[in-house]
């Protein structure tokens, strides 16, 4: 197949580990006999000491022109004056808007040669296979934003439909795996959350009937995830809870560095990035885990590429690399051999080859 994919480095980290991504996409266009034609804009910090702005015009347009985006990350120190009229994140929270991309795919995987890199016992992180479905374009990340000398608020809003549509994605995800789907909420004290709970029971009982449905508060949600996470298989949730429990489930995995995510609209066009922040401090170093952007890569061309059996290939190399004993400092036990960015970029190549 042949198709323009949009690529925007960011900030921090994130040039590293889209090269890494974006090497993945060559060797499989390459292999399989696909054309991929790539467009690198900037967004975030590195838009707003370019031009001003952490969202340009021509990032827009080619992101709407394309068929997937990968993104790397955004924001750092340099940005971090909570009083700026511009700040990276600014961009972030634009593009997701203007894909309507308002579901958010983020997959808990555990290898099993890297139980000893999480802080959880390891009999815990057996089975542990969970699909976290966040909804990415409401709540108070977008609701209206006040401030003076002395209060300030965010506004934490939803719609009826809004739930509706990501619920049945959570639902739809469930039903092709172990038929679990587990709401996350704080409907003891949020009337966003009331609202939420009063529709997803209602959506689940008159669509989805064989879905097993759980409910559980925010707080209880995040003690189960490290308590009991073999008993999840999916869970959804609002934007802010999403944000929040994605990443101490990273811990069962051993590090943000593993772990992938996909933003999804209604079209198969998607935003692709790992879960992981722009790490200021390691960046350029060449120590950075590729691994949860080349999962990424392995998500777009599974959901808007619908290249199934690539997606496969790309996982299994991660897999293959792994097993082999391949360690970003991240993930590493002392004492064990350390590899750079591109020397797991290139193991994880190799494997493909």
Known sequence: MRGLITVLPGDGIGPEVTAAGRAVLEQIARRHGHRFEFSEQLIGGAAIDAIGEPLPDGTV?????????????????????????????????????????????????????????SPIRADLLEGVDIMVVRELTGGIYFGEKTRDDYSASDVCKYHTHEIERIVRVAAQLAGSRRGQLCSVDKANVLETSRLWRDVTNRLIAAEFPDIDLETLLVDAAAMHLLSRPADFD???????????????????????????????????????????GSAPD??????????????????????????????????????SVIADGGRTADIAIAGAPVMTTSQMTEAILAQLD
Not at 238 to 246: K, Q, R, S
Not at 260 to 271: D, H, M, Q, Y
């Open 61 to 117: 347009a080619s992101c709407k022109d394309s068929y997937a985006v990968l993104l790397g990350a955004v924001g750092g120190p340099k940005w971090s004056d909570p009083n700026a009229p511009v700040r990276p994140e600014q961009g972030l929270l634009g593009l997701r808007s203007v894909l309507g991309v308002f579901a958010n795919l983020r997959p808990v995987r555990i290898y099993p040669e890297l139980a000893a890199a």
């Open 234 to 276: 999916v869970i959804v949730t609002e934007n802010m809870f999403g944000d929040i429990l994605t990443d101490e489930a990273s811990m069962l995995a051993g590090s943000l560095g593993m772990l992938p995510s996909a933003s999804l609209g209604e079209t198969r066009r998607g935003l692709y990035e790992p879960i992981h």
């Open 282 to 319: 390691i960046a350029g170093k060449g120590i950075a885990n590729p691994c949860g952007m080349i999962a990424s890569v392995a998500m777009l061309l599974r959901h808007s590429l619908g290249l199934a059996e690539e997606a496969d290939a790309v996982e299994q190399a991660i897999a």
